[in-house]
């Protein structure tokens, strides 16, 4: 029982992290938060999957 709760308690940090860096990512105006560039690329991701400023 007590194992349980741990599990959830650590899978349950972890998503909230994961939704409060792209809260944060969003806010600071970026957009894609997994591009390393996400602040300077204006164009975001083209169909190459890459971003424009390399």
Not at 2 to 24: C, T
Not at 31 to 50: H, K, L, M, R, V
Request: glycine share 12%; net charge positive.
């Amino acid at each position: 029982m007590l194992e349980n709760l741990i599990v959830f308690l650590v899978v349950g940090m972890i998503i909230s992290s994961a939704v409060y860096k792209i809260y944060k990512d969003k806010k600071k105006g970026g957009g894609c938060a997994s591009c390393p560039y996400n602040t300077s690329c204006s164009g975001g991701i083209q169909n190459t999957g890459e971003c424009d400023i390399k």
